[in-house]
């Protein structure tokens, strides 16, 4: 098939390599100029595990390109996939400004029949929106082209793009026209086991809140587990147990359930905030989901709590080092990665700062500056040269089995703030290192 992809972020990029990889005849559109030219010679814009050689592999065999001419990519191919960003303000507001540029260059230049995907994620109704925008340009120059619009949500997370568009846990395909509903399907079938059960097809306001309800289900799930982290510390309990002992009931099941330093990213928070303020504006007060943003905002602060129990609310001066400043693993992605929060906490207390990161560290620059007291280190065993403390805040593979003789050698008072539970409290105290977990006996 040819496919016209708009968008090479993240998930855009990622899809456009996993479908050239299939077969598929792939343009990619970005509206970044600059993007489109270091893509077009092998630049990755961001870290993805596995993405980089994939879009090597895409390029070298002629089935994926890039430009930045939304006009050829509005020409391009039978499917067209809006894949923009739609960032979300502080209330919840979702800017839909992106999805709707790409909307009105495809009605303006497309010349003949198409099936428009919707796959950035976006409130109920925004597939009408699209079709609404692309029939007005269409009118306005007399085109008469049929064009289907359809919803095709996207779970793939960071840090596993390439594995999760690969092998789907399960395809949504939110259409009502047939041909649009017969493309997807084909398109999609090679990449499950069980297309009867795991491509499903619905309306397209349906699958428009599958995706918001998908992202809020995970978010309620950890803000959850991080409340119920607060009470096995006070309880002398340990969260990692307890974590066991519910996710093998099947009812409930093994996944997101880590309790740490609060989730980030840019979709759970964006999301939970936007479909909140959706239903607000129809009237309804999700509770639930008010609790779990507020949860996540406190949760965010848990490790600068630690810390400042620790050294009994003095703060200023010391020096921490910080392993990992990304969202999650895997990733260079900073945006609304707990870690910010903790350095401006930390900057505020007039601590000094000492980080490293496998990737992030140019991101992290980018956004922080030089605002705060802060050495960007090369190496994990850099950042703890001088240190007091450590503190733990992404669980990237490389921090995961330190030396701790050396940490306890390194560090003037030697504590560690796991941030994401990975360290085994015995054998860190055993070397003689304090260890404060989250939901793991020492509690504040
Ligand atoms: P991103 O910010 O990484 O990438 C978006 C890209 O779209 C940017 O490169 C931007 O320049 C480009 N763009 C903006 N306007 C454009 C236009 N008019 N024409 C062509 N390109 C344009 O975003 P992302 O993380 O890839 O997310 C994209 C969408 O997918 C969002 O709606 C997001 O909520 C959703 N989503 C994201 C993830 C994720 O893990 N990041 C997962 C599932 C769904
Ligand atoms: C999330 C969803 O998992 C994807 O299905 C979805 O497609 C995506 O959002 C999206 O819409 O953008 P992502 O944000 O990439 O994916 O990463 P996650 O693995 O969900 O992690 C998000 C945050 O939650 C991270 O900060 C992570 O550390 C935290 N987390 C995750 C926990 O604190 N505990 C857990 O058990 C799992």
Redesign the pocket.
């Known amino acids: 098939m040819k496919l016209a992809i708009?968008?090479?972020?993240?998930?855009?990029?990622s899809f456009a390599a996993c479908m050239a990889e299939a077969g598929h005849d792939v343009l990619c559109?970005?509206?970044?100029a600059s993007?489109i030219e270091g893509l077009q010679q092998g630049q990755m814009?961001?870290h993805e595990p596995g993405l980089e050689a994939l879009v090597a592999e895409g390029l070298a065999a002629g089935r994926l390109r890039f430009t930045a001419d939304?006009c050829a990519?509005s020409m391009h191919g039978d499917v067209l996939f809006i894949?923009?960003?739609?960032p979300a303000d502080a209330e919840g507001e979702v800017d839909l400004q992106?999805v709707m540029?790409?909307a009105r260059?495809i009605g303006q230049h497309r010349d003949r029949d198409a099936v428009v995907v919707c796959?950035?994620?976006?409130p109920v109704g925004t597939a009408e929106q699209v079709e609404a925008v692309l029939r007005d340009e269409l009118s306005q120059r007399g085109a008469v082209h049929r064009i289907a619009v359809a919803v095709n949500?996207?779970?793939?997370?960071?840090g596993s793009?390439v594995r999760d568009c690969r092998q789907p846990d399960r395809v949504v395909i939110g259409a009502a026209d047939p041909a649009a509903i017969d493309l997807l399907t084909q398109l999609y079938a090679p990449f499950v086991t069980d297309p009867t059960k795991q491509l499903l097809v619905m309306d397209r306001r349906s699958a428009e809140l599958t995706?918001y309800a998908a992202n809020a289900m995970l978010a309620t799930r950890i803000s959850f587990m991080n409340e119920m982290a607060r009470v096995a510390g006070h309880a002398g309990a340990d969260i990692e147990m307890v974590r066991r002992g519910i996710g093998s009931d099947r009812r409930i099941g093994p996944d997101f359930l880590q309790a740490g330093a609060g989730y980030g990213?840019?979709?759970l928070a964006?999301?939970v905030r936007a479909l909140r303020h959706a239903a607000d504006r129809d009237g309804q007060v999700l509770r639930i989901l008010s609790a779990v943003e507020a949860a996540n905002h406190e949760q965010k602060g848990r490790l600068f709590d630690l810390m400042t129990h620790h050294f009994e609310g003095d703060i200023a001066h010391k020096t921490i080092a910080l392993w990992g400043l990304a969202f999650k693993p895997d990733t260079d992605?900073m945006r609304d990665a707990p870690s910010l929060v903790l350095l401006e906490r930390l900057w505020a207390a007039g601590a000094r700062v000492q980080v490293h990161d496998p990737a992030a560290m140019p991101n992290a620059r980018a956004i922080v500056g030089e605002r705060g007291d802060v050495r960007w280190c090369d190496t994990p065993e850099d950042a703890l040269e001088g240190a007091d403390v450590l503190a733990l805040v992404t669980e990237w593979p490389v921090f995961r089995r330190p030396a701790f003789a050396r940490i306890a050698s390194t560090l003037k008072t030697p504590a560690i703030f796991d941030g994401r539970n990975v360290y085994d409290a015995v054998e860190v105290e055993a070397a003689g290192i304090a260890y404060y977990g989250i939901g793991r006996g020492r509690s504040v």
């Open positions: 708009f968008g090479a972020g993240y998930v855009g990029l559109a970005d509206a970044d993007r814009p961001l939304k990519a894949v923009v960003n739609t992106h540029a790409v260059s796959k950035s994620t976006a949500p996207e779970f793939l997370r960071e793009a995706k990213g840019s979709c964006k999301d992605d």
